[in-house]
């Protein structure tokens, strides 16, 4: 299968599902720290140090093998306890085949440029044998461990054991299986190794491995190319005087100590040989280390190969491929599902964003209406108040004229009195005629500014009371085209903005129209009042002339007298009607002026909440703007999760599991059957394992 999902799935590929989640792989440990493997199986190499470090010595003169003997003994103490035999069995063989445990050190430049190979056997004498015999290609050979010989026909060997276990080692040129590869960067820029000495600054390590051993294998009738499943380990030591912020890719770092231990793990060509696509590198086939360093310097790293590590984990059997292949069917049973829910899906978020607009554009409208009916509302607010100081000041002026009516018909009492009196006293009264001739002329000027005052109050209160009239009939013609474009009163609900603009307007004509009502009756005086007004002037002027006419002729005093009298009487009987009527008057400025400041109240209340109104639906508005981008969203991640759910279920209906498992058994048998560097001379029972030792980058 082509993917790391049926890695994660299949419990035989634990190992790599693993390593990509940067866990940790084959349960072994890679701290040189604490002393414990390099994940290397043999456990005779403890023996081996002994002709390592020998073989290390006598070239320990050469450039090349500088620090390898602490580096064979550092390997060769890391990957083994256990010892072979060190006494002669008794009972001997003549001849007989020895188990071969090899291992190959690679010597490199600090750029990972091979320099030379070592390669130390163990010939394990199990059959107590006189005589092993062994092949080889190496060149150079020499017992590190006794004094047995050996003969040599090409690449035959006869070791005379006398039953003991055999250690040797030798050269070759030949090519290794696994090469590194080391480069180096300060601050982003490559740097060569002898340059990045004594630097400071941010260091990258990187570590490139190669897999040599590319085969060409059938698997199910078709050639691909495949790999020995190779298992890197890389460890690094640095000195965290030196090191700080280590990061590292395809690995871990612990701290020990004074150091700190960088340990890479990589599968060089593994996914290529398990044909799975590695495009984003989630099997790893490099180790980087970034840290801030200062005064840069490195000791020897080491890198240890296996090739059969991975081999018991990809290997199966046909029942655990049928379990995976019911696996499979079940997943893809749920994919179809998830397909089918994710159309549907789909369908249900294009049909949402397609009505999306209107809903849109029917709060937009909402918004644009509850602006324009906060505006006009604050308009009649402002008229309220406007309305109620004109009232105020109307019921401040019949408060004064009811006070001067008072004073009026106290005078005109006065008046009465006086011209009784001067009926009685003709002759007293007409020495004094031309002086209350006068004095009347001022009463009767009085009179005719308060009766033009009182007309003129009830004219303002009228024409107030018209205007307010003229803005209930604007609304009525508003509301009346609402219901006439909608057909009825109730069809105007179906549209939100609409009917809330209806019934505010009907609201405030409601209201307008009663304040209209108690103004109209309070401010036009009746019939009666305005006759006894209109007498009062009336009145007053035949008083004023009989008084001037008194004045003017003495002959008929005694008759102008009697006249007066009678005038006298009927402006008494006058201005207490007029007093009457101003006093009803005046009350009636006080309920107009209380509707004016209920009308007020009503109005700022009714501001405030339009303005409410207009703030939440303009909230509404830009939520509904959003809502609009989450569902285009939704319609967006919902046609990736149909079209992902199709890749998927055909991905998986097309997965050939018995092609993956054959991928898995020809690699894994490569893994164990690659059992030998140098050549043996028995194909069972043999091991290898490779060290690359690169050189440290360290002053001289």
Not at 4 to 15: C, D, H, P, S, Y
Not at 176 to 193: A, H, R, T
Not at 250 to 265: D, H, M, Q
Request: no cysteine.
């Amino acid at each position: 299968m082509k993917s790391k999902f049926l890695l994660k799935t299949v419990g035989i590929t634990t190992a790599v599902a693993m390593a990509i989640g940067g866990i940790g792989v084959y349960n072994y440990s890679l701290d040189a720290a604490t002393g414990t493997t390099l994940g290397v199986k043999s456990n005779s190499v403890s023996e081996n140090t002994a002709y390592s470090v020998k073989s290390v010595k006598d070239n320990e003169d050469k450039p090349e093998h500088k620090n390898a003997e602490s580096t064979v003994k550092y390997v060769a103490d890391n990957t083994g306890s256990s010892t072979g035999k060190d006494t002669e069995s008794t009972a001997k063989t003549a001849s007989g085949k020895a188990e071969k445990e090899e291992t190959v050190y690679i010597f490199t430049n600090a750029k990972g440029e091979k320099q030379n190979i070592i390669v130390s056997n163990h010939l394990k004498n199990t059959e107590n044998a006189a005589t092993l015999e062994d092949k080889t290609t190496l060149s150079n050979i020499e017992n590190v461990k006794g004094n047995e010989t050996f003969k040599q026909d090409g690449e035959k060997l006869d070791w005379q054991s006398n039953g003991q276990d055999i250690y040797y080692q030798g050269d070759t040129d030949k090519t290794p299986p696994v090469n590194v590869k080391v480069s180096y960067k300060l601050d982003g820029k490559d740097i060569e190794p002898d340059e990045l000495l004594g630097k400071s600054g941010k260091v990258t390590i990187r570590y490139d491995y190669e897999n040599n051993t590319k085969t060409i294998k059938k698997i199910n009738g078709k050639d691909e190319e495949v790999y020995v499943p190779f298992t890197l380990a890389t460890l690094v030591t640095l000195p965290n005087d030196k090191f700080s912020n280590i990061k590292v890719t395809n690995g871990k770092v612990t701290s020990e100590g004074n150091n700190s231990v960088a340990v890479g793990l990589t599968f060089p060509k593994l996914a290529e040989s398990l044909g799975l696509d590695n495009k984003d590198e989630k099997v790893p086939e490099y180790f980087e280390i970034n840290a801030d360093v200062k005064d840069f310097s490195l000791n020897m790293t080491l890198t240890a190969a296996l090739p059969d590590m991975l081999s018991d984990l990809l290997d199966t059997d046909e029942s655990m491929e049928n379990k995976l292949q019911d696996n499979i069917n079940k997943l893809i049973d749920g994919v179809d599902e998830l397909k089918n829910g994710s159309a549907k899906l789909k369908d249900g978020s294009a049909k949402l964003k397609d009505k999306s607009s209107d809903l849109a554009d029917g709060v937009k409208s909402l918004d644009s209406g509850a602006k324009k009916l906060s505006d006009n509302i604050t308009k009649l607010s402002k008229g309220a108040s406007t309305l109620k100081t004109g009232i105020s000041s109307l019921k401040a002026g019949t408060d004064k004229l009811s006070a001067g009516a008072g004073k009026l018909e106290t005078g005109i009492g006065s008046l009465k009195d006086g011209a009784d009196k001067l009926s009685a006293g003709g002759d007293k009264l007409a020495s004094s005629l031309n002086t209350v001739s006068a004095e009347y002329s001022k009463i009767n000027a009085g009179i005719i500014t308060l009766v033009d005052k009182v007309s003129s109050l009830s004219g303002g209160a009228s024409k107030q009371g018209a205007e307010l009239n003229a803005k209930i009939n604007g609304y009525k013609e508003k509301m009346a085209a609402l219901v006439k474009a909608y057909g009825s009163e109730e069809k105007i609900a179906s549209n939100p903005a609409d009917w809330a603009a209806y019934n505010q307007m009907k609201g405030a004509v409601g209201a307008m129209e009663s304040v209209a009502t108690t103004l109209s009756a309070q401010t036009s005086p009746d019939s009666d009042t305005a006759k006894s007004l209109a007498a009062l002037k009336e009145g007053s002027a035949k008083i004023d002339t009989a008084l001037k006419t008194l004045a003017a002729s003495s002959k008929t005093f005694s008759g102008g007298l009697n006249q007066l009298s009678a005038g006298a009487s009927a402006l008494s009987s006058g201005s207490k009607e007029l007093k009457s009527g101003i006093s009803s008057l005046s009350t009636g400025a006080g309920k107009l002026y209380t509707g004016a400041s209920a009308l007020e109240s009503g109005a700022i209340k009714l501001d405030a909440g339009a303005k409410e109104l207009h703030k939440g639906t303009t909230k509404l508005n830009n939520a509904t703007a959003k809502l609009i981008d989450g569902i285009a969203s939704l319609d967006k991640g919902a046609g990736k999760l149909k079209d992902g759910t199709e890749t998927l279920s055909s991905k998986l209906s097309d997965t050939d599991i018995a092609s993956i498992f054959d991928h898995f058994d020809v690699v894994a048998k490569m893994g164990k059957d690659y059992n030998t560097f140098s050549g043996a001379d028995n194909g069972e029972d043999n091991s290898v394992k490779f060290v690359i030792k690169v050189d440290g980058i360290e002053g001289k």
